[in-house]
């Protein structure tokens, strides 16, 4: 099964950009992936998904090298409100769709 | 247009006792899917339900089992508790899980057990 493992956490302040790393070095060919915010007693919320390459959306970055064994979650300019648990999901084949998560990355935005 | 609803929000129950929890999901969604979450495993996969059929299933004991209705709507259950059951259980909709890695997740349900 695809496992994936992302920093347990990492702090930032204001105003920073935020890139975390998701390794998942057995990904499939048909493998995608994608990523999740969760915030404490909430369900996790999607935040953007690639196949390859650079994948942008209002939120987020998300940038696969060729390999596809890692991804990167780019927060731009983070803000206090972007203190959260973040996942990384590899979905397809190798995971045998069963939708393994990673540990989770705790992001702390300072003042 | 209303998100996925999980009942009950909370929950307490005693050891050997047994609970079902229900799950709502996006109209039109008929893929469901439920996660056991807790503070030392993480988010772990407990299985998938489309259409009716149980597609997927994680690597947990037999007392947690699911079953999905015609409306999509879903239940699990989980039999003969254990303190180690006492977690945050979450339920997530897709239109098509094999087609798209986006999961809608319900607020969950927090089960404690004494």
């Known amino acids: 099964l695809a496992k994936t493992t992302q920093p347990i956490s990492m702090d930032s302040y204001e105003g920073q950009e935020v890139n975390i790393t998701c390794s998942h070095n057995n990904i499939a060919t048909n493998d995608y992936i994608t990523w999740y915010q969760q915030f404490p007693s909430q369900g996790p919320r999607f935040i953007i998904q690639g196949y390859k390459t650079k994948v942008t959306n209002e939120v987020a970055s998300l940038f696969i090298p060729a390999d596809r064994k890692s991804s990167t979650l780019s927060l731009p300019r983070v803000s206090l409100s972007d203190t959260a648990v973040y996942y990384c999901l590899v979905v397809g084949e190798a995971a045998g769709n069963k939708l393994t998560f990673g540990g989770g990355t705790r992001v702390l935005v300072k003042p | 247009k209303a998100g996925v609803t999980q009942t009950p929000r909370y929950l307490i129950k005693t050891r050997g006792q047994q609970v079902t929890l229900s799950c709502s999901p996006i109209?039109?969604?008929?893929?469901v899917s439920w996660y056991q979450q807790t503070p030392g495993q993480g988010l772990q996969f407990l299985f998938e339900y489309f259409s009716e059929t149980q597609r997927n299933k994680g690597n947990f004991p037999g007392r947690f089992s699911g079953r999905q209705f015609s409306n999509s709507r879903s239940e699990m259950n989980v039999s003969t508790l254990e303190l180690g059951d006492s977690a945050l259980y979450l339920c997530?909709?897709?239109?098509?899980?094999?087609?798209?890695?986006?999961?809608?997740f319900g607020e969950g349900s927090r089960l404690t057990v004494l």
């Open positions: 997530a909709s897709s239109l098509d899980l094999r087609n798209t890695g986006e999961l809608f």
């Open positions: 109209s039109g969604h008929r893929s």
